[in-house]
Structures are given as structure tokens and as C-alpha cells.
């Protein structure tokens, strides 16, 4: 079956510096993949994505590309801010993205501190 | 244009009451999907249903969960007869069209049981 595995927090890093929070996932075929972030008392919201290997996403100062050869997705962030201070999900789907077809991995905890 | 409303924020039940917990999907959005979140753990798919029908339940529990999103009014996850394990937070889902369309999260409800 489909499994996402993501690198465990809390991450605690200082205002600016660099971020990478690794994601590796295992699945049949050639699924989608994405990061969602979760601010403190809100649902989950979807940060980027990519569809096809080699794709990059990117959204708000973030990056990730599809690595096939790899089966990563890892985000990174040039120069983070107290903003960023978030629960982090990849996830990935076999479907197109529907959330009927998403499987998620446990999350990672950023905090950013100024 | 309010976003997915789930209710109530946070809930506390009784080891052998009953659990209700609402979502009212975004205007428009007529597919609504169910995930908790254990502690320590990703989103886990639990029912996926339009309106008057359950078209996945495979992550459901077979015993004291069920779900229904009626014609009128909010979709309803219900747990009978709650226990210690069945705490954790619970989120809910719209789309518009299910398949690719994008997913809306609320909030979710944080549910304790005592």
C-alpha cells in the first residue's frame, strides 16, 4: 500500500535560517504529491504540489520537486520566518489529489524562533 | 465565502456516551470527506459521502462510527459508545467535485474522552 514517511519534530530553527524537512514516500504507479501546512487552531491548507516527476511546486518562498529515482519530496525554504512557525504533511495520491485517494504522512512540527 | 465550519472546536465525552460532531462543507462544495488524526499520527482517511450517499467508508471502523451528510443541513460523524482511544482530533473536508478538485479543510473538532 501507499505510505509517506516524513521526518520527525519538533524542527526548532532561527528566524532566516535555511529549511529542509524531508519527505519520502512509497507507492504504486506514479501518484501526486503534496505538502499541506496546519497554523496553530486551523485546518490543514495546501502549500504546494507536484503531479509528474522532475515537477517543482512551489508557494510562499517553498519549494519541493518530485524525485522519482529518490521517492522524495523534500521542502525547502530559503530564509524562514516566525510565520512559518506550522505543522508541515506530505502526502501523496494515487487519484488526482482527491482526498479519497490522500494519504499523509504523521506531520512535522516547525518552530521558528526570532 | 466561509470556509469549511466544523462544530464544536473541542468536545469532551464520557467513556460510553455518544459523540456528534458536524460539518458543514463550503458553499457550493456537495462531496465531503472524514480524516482523524491520532496523536502522533497523520490524517487517516476515515468516510468519504455526497449528499444523501456514502461512496467510501473503508476507513470507517465497523463497529459504533457511522456517518451521513442529508439533503439539508450539515454531514454528521456520529461515535456510539466512546472510548479512551477514540480521542483525537477530527477533520473534515469539502470539494466541489470530488476526484481532482481541490480540498477545503476546517478546523477540525478536538474530541477527549474521559
Known amino acids: 500500500g501507499n505510505s509517506v514517511t516524513q521526518m520527525e519534530g519538533p524542527v526548532t530553527l532561527s528566524e532566516e535560517a535555511f529549511l529542509t524537512i524531508n519527505c519520502t514516500y512509497t507507492?504504486?504507479?506514479?501518484?501526486?504529491l503534496f505538502w499541506y501546512v496546519q497554523y496553530p487552531g486551523e485546518g490543514l491548507q495546501l502549500l504546494l504540489k507536484?503531479?509528474?516527476?522532475?515537477d517543482k511546486g512551489s508557494n510562499k518562498g517553498f519549494e519541493a520537486t518530485y524525485r522519482k529515482e529518490t521517492t522524495s519530496f523534500h521542502l525547502e525554504k530559503g530564509s524562514v520566518q516566525v510565520s512559518d512557525s506550522a505543522v508541515y504533511f506530505c502526502?501523496?495520491?494515487?487519484?488526482?489529489?482527491?482526498?479519497?485517494?490522500?494519504?499523509f504522512g504523521k506531520g512535522t512540527h516547525l518552530i521558528i524562533q526570532p | 465565502n466561509a470556509g469549511v465550519m466544523q462544530n464544536p472546536r473541542h468536545l469532551v465525552r464520557r467513556r460510553g456516551q455518544e459523540a456528534r460532531l458536524r460539518c458543514s462543507p463550503m458553499?457550493?462544495?456537495?462531496?465531503v470527506y472524514w480524516y482523524r488524526q491520532l496523536p502522533e499520527e497523520g490524517l487517516k482517511f476515515m468516510v468519504y459521502?455526497?449528499?444523501?450517499?456514502?461512496?467510501?467508508e473503508s476507513g470507517m471502523p465497523k463497529e459504533r462510527f457511522s456517518a451521513e451528510f442529508p439533503k439539508e443541513g450539515p454531514s454528521i460523524l456520529r461515535i456510539q459508545q466512546v472510548v479512551r482511544g477514540d480521542s483525537a482530533a477530527y477533520f473534515c473536508?469539502?470539494?466541489?467535485?470530488?476526484?481532482?478538485?481541490?480540498?477545503?479543510f476546517g478546523n477540525g473538532t478536538r474530541l477527549t474522552v474521559t
Open positions: 459521502l455526497q449528499k444523501e450517499n456514502i461512496i467510501d
Open positions: 458553499k457550493g462544495h456537495s462531496h
Open positions: 507536484a503531479t509528474k516527476a522532475d
Open positions: 502526502a501523496l495520491s494515487d487519484q488526482g489529489g482527491g482526498a479519497d485517494g490522500l494519504t
Open positions: 507507492a504504486t504507479g506514479y501518484p501526486s
Open positions: 473536508a469539502s470539494s466541489r467535485t470530488g476526484g481532482n478538485s481541490p480540498l477545503h
